[in-house]
Every structure is written in C-alpha cells, then in structure tokens.
C-alpha cells in the first residue's frame, strides 16, 4: 500500500499542448491513499489537474483539485478517470476505463468544464465508485459527470457557483448509464445568483439510471436551492431510467 500525506503543499504545473496530460497520474495501480494534497494545473487550456486509469482500491481526501475556469475550460475537468481524453473547440471525449473501489471524501474542486469526468466501460465492470462530502464548484459545464458505473454513490456533495457564459446549457449533477445508482443528500445551490445570463439552461440533477431485480437506484434528499437564471431551470430530468426511486 502507497500512502501520500500531501501536509497541504501543492503539485502545480502548466501545461500548452493539446495532448493527453495531468498534473498528477495514476495508472494501473492499487491500494493508494492520498491526503491533503493540492493539486493544480495551470494551463489555460489544456491539462486536468488528476487522472486515474485502470485503478483499484483508490482513496482520495482532503485534497484540492483546481484547473483553469475561463471559456478555454470546456475540455478540461479538475480530476479525469478514463483511458484518455480528446480535446477540440467542439467536443470533449474522455476513453471508459476499468476501475474498481475508488473513492473521493472531503475534497475541494475548482474550475473546469466539468469538476470531476467519470467515464466506466459500457460492459459495466467499472463499479465500487464514491463521492461524499466534497466541494464542486467554478465549473463551466457540469459539476459532477459520470457513465458506465456500476454501483455508484454519490452522497453529501456540495456543487455551487457553477461559471456561466451566455448561451449555455449547464448542469449540477449528471449521470448517464449507471446501475445501482444512490444520489442522496447533495446540495446544488447558488447558481446564477450574482447576475442574470441570457439563454442558460441549467438542469440540478440530469439522470439516466438502471436498476435490476435486486437493486433499484434511489434518488432522495437532495437539496437544490438559490438558481437563478433567465431561461430554463429545472430541478430533476430523467432520461429514460428504468426501476428507479425518486
């Protein structure tokens, strides 16, 4: 087992050219914790400040994620687990990949198109995936994304302050494929508070979830409060899931 006690420093680097980089990697690895760390890309376009690949047994706390929040954040998330990511001005692709008990507790995300991107693989071997009581927030397209996982806890989150740009479709929360889905006790708030943005459309919870016969996916005790914006607010879309609990 690797223990990394990060004592509050921070791993900061800068990087310009479109190719698949983060300040701090870890791939095809298991049994790591890594504690107060501040972790940091400084590039105005280009770099994730983490990325996970073929991981197991992954705990991540206390720890500080922070990435560019400017229009040139849209490819570009504070923590990437996938194989690995394609960039253009038009779309943003991020590679499923295998991962297994992999958690993130009580730490803070800044910036980004999205503040974490959670891509599993379709055959939905990716599971075991937590996030609980950590801070999103500076974002610019979706706070929390993730596909493809099975057995995913999403609990106790904070996700606020989203950046918003005129004509814009954001999101607080957003889970697509997923099985043995929990969503519980997060707050999405302060979105838009301090101005109006013409045609934003911003969505707290963006769901497409399964269940089976033994497992239903549950969405309960969210909190969303504090939206304000001129075009389309909306609390929960459900696209399509299936045995699934409001």
Same mark, same amino acid.
């Given at each position: ?37 501040? =972790? ?35 490819? =570009?998330?504070?923590?990437? +687990?996938?194989? !690995? ?24 995300? /800044? ?73 519980? !006790? ?31 996916? +549950? ?5 969303? /409060? ?7 607010? =909306? ?12």
């Amino acid at each position: 087992q690797l223990i990394i006690n990060g004592n509050g420093e921070s791993l900061i680097f800068s990087m310009n050219l479109d190719t698949n980089t983060s300040t701090f990697k870890i791939e095809n690895s298991s049994y790591i914790t890594i504690d107060s760390l501040k =972790i940091e890309s400084s590039g105005i376009k280009y770099g994730d400040a983490m990325s996970l690949n073929n991981v197991t047994n992954i705990v991540i706390s206390n720890c500080v994620f922070k990435v560019d929040s400017t229009a040139n954040s849209a490819n =570009i998330s504070g923590v990437r +687990i996938g194989q !690995k990511s394609e960039r253009s001005n038009l779309f943003h692709v991020v590679y499923p990949s295998y991962f297994k008990d992999v958690n993130f507790v009580g730490n803070k995300f /800044y910036g980004g198109g999205k503040g974490i991107h959670v891509s599993g693989l379709l055959d939905l071997t990716a599971s075991g995936f937590m996030l609980n009581q950590n801070s999103f927030r500076g974002f610019t397209e979706t706070g929390i994304f993730i596909s493809s996982v099975r057995d995913l806890m999403i609990e106790s989150n904070s996700v606020h302050n989203a950046k918003l740009g005129y004509d814009k479709t954001v999101n607080g929360i957003e889970v697509w494929d997923c099985y043995g889905l929990k969503v519980n !006790k997060n707050a999405i708030h302060k979105i838009g508070v301090n101005a109006l943005f013409e045609r934003i459309q911003f969505t707290a919870l963006y769901i497409r979830s399964y269940g089976n016969y033994n497992q239903s996916s +549950i969405v309960s005790n969210n909190l969303v /409060y504090n939206i304000r914006v001129d075009s389309i607010a =909306i609390g929960i879309y459900d696209f399509g899931s299936d045995n699934i609990n409001f």
